[in-house]
């Protein structure tokens, strides 16, 4: 089976640091892309980040470049999202999927396999 698992959520203030982990099983990372995206309350869901083994420069959304960062563990066949300097209004669920091939875009219609979301909240 695919699979693609979230985790790494919570509830910080302002400014603090989280990091969230995407575990993925059923293939390896250098297989396919791996996105994050956030879906706050009454918003569309929006890329954040993602990372490809065939693009030596990871996409960032312009509201989180500079605080958060992306990276990944072949040995763990896990991607995290190193996020710094948070703010309220990076508060939703964040969720990991795949475009289940190598290449990516920013949309969340090129991602073929979800996992479960995992809620960040940023008091102020």
């Known amino acids: 089976d695919v699979q693609l698992q979230a985790s790494g959520g919570g509830l910080v203030q302002t400014g603090g640091s989280l990091r969230l982990s995407c575990a993925v099983s059923?293939?390896?990372?250098?297989?396919?892309?791996i996105g994050w995206f956030r879906q706050a309350p009454g918003k569309e869901r929006e890329g954040v980040s993602c990372?490809?083994?065939?693009?030596?420069?990871?996409y960032y959304a312009d509201s989180v470049k500079g605080r958060f960062t992306i990276s990944s563990d072949n040995a763990k066949n896990t991607v995290y999202l190193q996020m710094n300097g948070l703010k309220p209004e990076d508060t939703a669920i964040y969720y990991c999927?795949?475009?289940?091939?190598?290449?990516?875009?920013?949309?969340?219609?090129?991602?073929?396999?979800w996992g479960q979301g995992t809620l960040v909240t940023v008091s102020s």
């Open positions: 999927a795949t475009t289940l091939r190598q290449r990516y875009t920013d949309s969340p219609v090129d991602f073929s396999l």
């Open positions: 059923g293939f390896t990372l250098d297989d396919f892309a």
């Open positions: 990372i490809s083994s065939s693009d030596p420069s990871p």
